[in-house]
């Protein structure tokens, strides 16, 4: 049986993970919104108590060593379980909850006009919505299910696709009949261009690769309006102010209440879309499956009659 003397404070071994995790006792103090120094002291404190040292100090950092690698191991599997075991006790018995992460674009025209749908279905289910501008974080803590446009592949995650990427020009109709006809992609660019802003590792369809796929050369007339927010450029497409690209399924109420017009003739197609994520741990879950397995109905294709 274990004395308080075999056992170092729980503090000390969740400070030791953190920095081991991080090979950093910034990052660490960061993590636990704590100080360097503080840092710094409680893992010699645990050193002291263990009487071996845990890190080694190197030029610009720390490394660990053949002790602080078995106890990192131990303590990151120790962790999980309890949280395993947190996270059991404070769902049983408590209204079902699931926690969905996606970007602002999916959530605004795709989710939320369908979510009244799954609460008529599952009134018991309990559904908390979390959205980013852009990149979605699939590691955040507490998000049980996230859906990402990314090509699908999130190490250490289970991904499955909900729709593949299909991207063509759109504007208002009124837009369309000034500048148009829009008989070739070339005179598109005739027209005033907005276009979304898409960092490097980001996955979206710009300008200059849908030029580039249909053998033309992105070379617009008119200074193009550039957004890093899917809303806004399409708020800015409804109002007439240019020509952007649209996304189908994102774009399909719009077009069906005629507040934009397509042009699909120029559109373009990639293995990139929209995937649900989630963690392995998360698969039998059965909440998080039963909203998956909604998610992956209504973004199925209709059977061919």
């Known amino acids: ?96 909850r699931i926690n969905v992460a996606t970007d602002f674009a999916f959530a605004a025209y795709w989710l939320m006009p369908r979510l009244p749908e799954f609460r008529k279905e599952h009134p018991e289910i309990e559904i908390r919505l979390h959205t980013a501008q852009s990149n979605v974080d699939v590691g955040l803590q507490d998000i049980d299910l996230a859906i990402v446009f990314s090509d699908g592949l999130h190490k250490g995650f289970v991904s499955e696709k909900l729709f593949e990427e299909e991207v063509f020009p759109v504007c208002s109709p009124k837009l369309a009949e000034e500048y148009g006809p829009f008989n070739q992609l070339a005179d598109i660019s005739s027209a005033p261009l907005l276009k979304l802003h898409a960092e490097s590792d980001e996955k979206w369809m710009v300008w200059e690769r849908l030029f580039e796929q249909h053998n033309s050369l992105w070379s617009p007339l008119q200074t193009v309006m550039e957004f890093d927010n899917y809303t806004l450029l399409l708020q800015a497409a409804i109002a007439g102010q240019g020509v952007a690209l649209g996304w189908g399924t994102l774009v399909d109420d719009m077009l069906d209440k005629n507040l934009l017009t397509a042009f699909p003739a120029f559109s373009t197609r990639s293995s990139n879309g929209y995937f649900s994520v989630m963690s392995p741990s998360q698969v039998e879950d059965p909440v998080v499956k039963t909203f998956k397995e909604w998610l992956h109905k209504k973004t199925a294709p209709l059977p061919v009659r």
Do not use: C
């Open 1 to 96: 049986m274990l004395s308080e003397s075999d056992m170092p404070p729980l503090q000390l071994l969740v400070v030791f993970e953190s920095s081991a995790r991080h090979l950093s006792f910034t990052a660490a103090a960061r993590e636990l919104g704590t100080t360097q120094p503080a840092i710094s002291q409680q893992v010699k404190a645990l050193e002291a108590f263990l009487k071996t040292p845990l890190f080694r100090r190197v030029y610009r950092g720390v490394e660990l060593t053949d002790e602080g690698h078995i106890l990192l191991k131990t303590t990151q599997s120790s962790f999980s379980e309890i949280r395993k075991v947190v996270s059991f006790i404070r769902k049983k018995n408590k209204t079902p």
